[in-house]
C-alpha cells in the first residue's frame, strides 16, 4: 500500500535509519506511524515496538543510547519517536549534532529513528541543518503539508481498495469531515466501516450515518446541508426522515434554528471584517482545511442570499412555531415543513453567489 507521506510503498529493504518531519500537519506523522507499523509487522509477528521520547525531559544522549541497544535476534523492528516543538528545539550544540551524526553513521539495524518537529523549522537551524547534511539513504526530510483535493482522494480510494470496499466522493466528504480532518483518523474511520459492512463491497452514507457521525448528528448535518443549498425538497426528506425514524419536533427545531444563528452571527462578523475564510473557521470549526473551497462557497451563498431583516424575522417565526408546538395540538412536522418552505424561497429568491448582499 502507498504511504501518503512517502508517495510510494513502505519496503523494509529500502528504508533509512531515520525520518526528520516537520511542519504544521501532525496528523500526516501520526499516520505514517500507522503504516510504519502494519508494514514492518508481518503476519503472526509480536508487532513492532514502538518508544516515544519527549526532548524536554530526555536529552539526545539518552535518546540515542537507548537507540544504539542491539535488540534480540529475530526481534521485530523498534520505532522510536522523537517528539519536539520544532520553534522550541531549533538549537543544537556542536556535540549533540556530532552525536547524531556519530549514530547514523552507524544505525542500530532494524531501528528507526523517527524525529516529529511540529509547526514551522528554519532551514538555516542546528536542528535542521543537523539532519540535513545527512544522506538521504540515512535520513529521510519530509515536510509535513496538508494533503487535500485529487491527492487526498486518491489514497482515499487506494486505501479503501486495500481493504476491499469502494465509496462515492460523498460518503469520503462525510468521513474526513467526522474525523476533522485527521488523516490517521480518516484511516481509523474507514477500518471501523469496512468492518462493520461486512461483506458488503460499497459504503454509502446510511453506514457512515451508523458508524462515523451517528444517527443525530448526520441528520443535523444533512439538514443544514439542503438549507444552505436552498434545497427544498431534501430538507423536507430530512425532516421526514427525522419523524419517521421517531424524532421529535423540538430536535429538529434546535437544528434549524442552529443553521440560523450560524448565518446571522457570519453576516454580523462580515461587518468588522471581510476575511470569509476566517469568519467560516469562527462558525464552523470543524470543517477541515481542504474543504473550504467547498464550504466556504455553498455557506456564504446562504449567507449573502439574505437580509439581517429576514434573518431576523426568520427567527422570529421559529419562536412562534417553537412556542406553538410546546403549547398547542398543532403539529410540529406540519410547522416545520412550512417555515423551511418559507425559508428556502427566500433563499432561492436572494440568488447569492457568496459574494452579494451583506
Not at 96 to 120: Q, S
Not at 131 to 137: A, D
Not at 181 to 210: F, R
Not at 229 to 257: H, Q, R, T, W, Y
Request: glycine fraction near 8%.
Amino acid at each position: 500500500m502507498r504511504s501518503l507521506l512517502l508517495g510510494r510503498e513502505i519496503r523494509e529493504e529500502s528504508l533509512p535509519a531515520g525520518f526528520f518531519l516537520f511542519g504544521e500537519d501532525g496528523s500526516l506523522a501520526r499516520e505514517f506511524l500507522r503504516e510504519l507499523r502494519a508494514a514492518l509487522s508481518p503476519p503472526d509477528s509480536p508487532g513492532v515496538a514502538l518508544e516515544r521520547f519527549d526532548l524536554d525531559e530526555t536529552r539526545w544522549r539518552d535518546i540515542l543510547d537507548v537507540a544504539r541497544t542491539m535488540p534480540f535476534l529475530f526481534s521485530p523492528w523498534r520505532l522510536l519517536v522523537v517528539e519536539i516543538d520544532g520553534a522550541e528545539h531549533e538549537d543544537l550544540t556542536k556535540i549533540e549534532a556530532r552525536m547524531l551524526g556519530d549514530y547514523f553513521a552507524a544505525p542500530t539495524d532494524r531501528t528507526l529513528v523517527i524525529v516529529v518537529a511540529a509547526g514551522k523549522v528554519r532551514k538555516t537551524s542546528a536542528l535542521y541543518k543537523a539532519f540535513s547534511t545527512l544522506p538521504e539513504s540515512t535520513v529521510l526530510i519530509k515536510e509535513m503539508k496538508a494533503v487535500k483535493g485529487e491527492n487526498l482522494f486518491g489514497w482515499l480510494d487506494e486505501r479503501l481498495l486495500a481493504l476491499g470496499k469502494r465509496a462515492g466522493s460523498d460518503v469520503l466528504e462525510r468521513i474526513i469531515e467526522a474525523a476533522g480532518g485527521d488523516l490517521a483518523g480518516v484511516a481509523n474511520e474507514l477500518e471501523k466501516l469496512a468492518t462493520y459492512v461486512g461483506d458488503k463491497k460499497t459504503i454509502d452514507i446510511a453506514d457512515v450515518d451508523a458508524i462515523t457521525f451517528g444517527a443525530k448528528e448526520f441528520a443535523g448535518w444533512a439538514l443544514s446541508d439542503a438549507l444552505e443549498k436552498g434545497d427544498l425538497p431534501k430538507a423536507l426528506e430530512v425532516i421526514g426522515s427525522e419523524f419517521a425514524e421517531g424524532g421529535e419536533a423540538p430536535m429538529v427545531l434546535g437544528s434549524v434554528a442552529a443553521f440560523l444563528k450560524n448565518l446571522l452571527l457570519a453576516k454580523s462578523l462580515l461587518r468588522e471584517s471581510p476575511d470569509r475564510k476566517g469568519i467560516l473557521k469562527t462558525v464552523k470549526p470543524k470543517v477541515p482545511e481542504y474543504m473550504y473551497q467547498k464550504a466556504l462557497p455553498q455557506f456564504f451563498a446562504a449567507v449573502d442570499s439574505l437580509s439581517s431583516r429576514d434573518l431576523d424575522r426568520l427567527i422570529a417565526e421559529l419562536r412562534s412555531a417553537d412556542l406553538k408546538i410546546k403549547t398547542s395540538d398543532v403539529s410540529g412536522r406540519t410547522l416545520l415543513e412550512s417555515f423551511v418552505t418559507d425559508y428556502c424561497r427566500l433563499r432561492k429568491a436572494g440568488k447569492a453567489t457568496s459574494t452579494g448582499r451583506g
